[in-house]
T-cell receptor
Framework: QKEVEQDPGPLSVPEGAIVSLNCTYS??????FMWYRQYSRKGPELLMY????GNKEDGRFTAQVDKSSKYISLFIRDSQPSDSATYLC??????????????FGIGTKLQVIP | DGGITQSPKYLFRKEGQNVTLSCEQN?????MYWYRQDPGQGLRLIYY???????QKGDIAEGYSVSREKKESFPLTVTSAQKNPTAFYLC???????????FGPGTRLTVL
């Protein structure tokens, strides 16, 4: 079993839809949770970063963490064609001592259709 | 503007050749990383360095080498020992908070 599971998609939605992207994980030591957006042939860009359970909102984006279920989500409201990209979840254990390895999901490819 | 630069953007290599990928950052970050990204496999860690003159192997270091002579620079050499080097290579760095990794634009290496 992989430490982080993420459905690769592709996920196609109409413009204006609410998008829900999800990851599950098995390592209960993970405390930091991140979402990256990666456009085709580009480097990943950090979108959201959260340390605790609950919700964190930034504009049209909401990151949600449920540590009891080992489940994290990224919601995109009023999705736009410019949101079409691959979204990677990432997480790490800050108390592992020394180097904190970041573990990435495989990425979900999202297409928002005008 | 602070950021991470990688060069070249595209690189073609003949079998048996060594090639070096450049990564430079002006974020004053201590830690730097090299990842390889293949379709359907996500990001895999090749090497990382937490301070100058020190670096550690990641999960897939075989066939690769690195150096860290300056804080700003972390070049990756893909040697002829790497049997399947065609991939998208990403460099990243982090500050004191080792959890937020910032990425460069990537180098796409193709073996001819």
């Amino acid at each position: 079993q992989k430490e982080v599971e993420q459905d690769p998609g592709p996920l196609s939605v109409p413009e204006g839809a609410i998008v829900s992207l999800n990851c599950t994980y098995s390592n209960s030591a993970f405390q930091y949770f991140m979402w990256y957006r990666q456009y085709s042939r580009k480097g990943p860009e950090l979108l959201m970063y959260t340390y605790s359970s609950g919700n964190k909102e930034d504009g049209r984006f909401t990151a949600q963490v449920d540590k009891s279920s080992k489940y994290i989500s990224l919601f995109i409201r009023d999705s736009q064609p410019s949101d079409s990209a691959t979204y990677l979840c990432a997480m790490s254990d800050p108390y592992s001592g020394g180097y904190q390895k970041v573990t990435f999901g495989i990425g979900t490819k999202l297409q928002v259709i005008p | 503007d602070g950021g991470i630069t990688q060069s070249p953007k595209y690189l073609f290599r003949k079998e048996g050749q060594n090639v070096t990928l450049s990564c430079e950052q002006n974020l004053n970050h201590d830690a730097m990383y090299w990842y390889r990204q293949d379709p359907g496999q996500g990001l895999r860690l090749i090497y990382y360095s937490q301070i100058v003159n020190d670096f550690q192997k990641g999960d897939i270091a075989e066939g690769y080498s690195v150096s860290r002579e300056k804080k700003e620079s972390f070049p990756l050499t893909v040697t002829s020992a790497q049997k399947n080097p065609t991939a998208f290579y990403l460099c990243a760095s982090t500050g004191r908070d080792y959890n937020e990794q910032f990425f460069g634009p990537g180098t796409r290496l193709t073996v001819l």
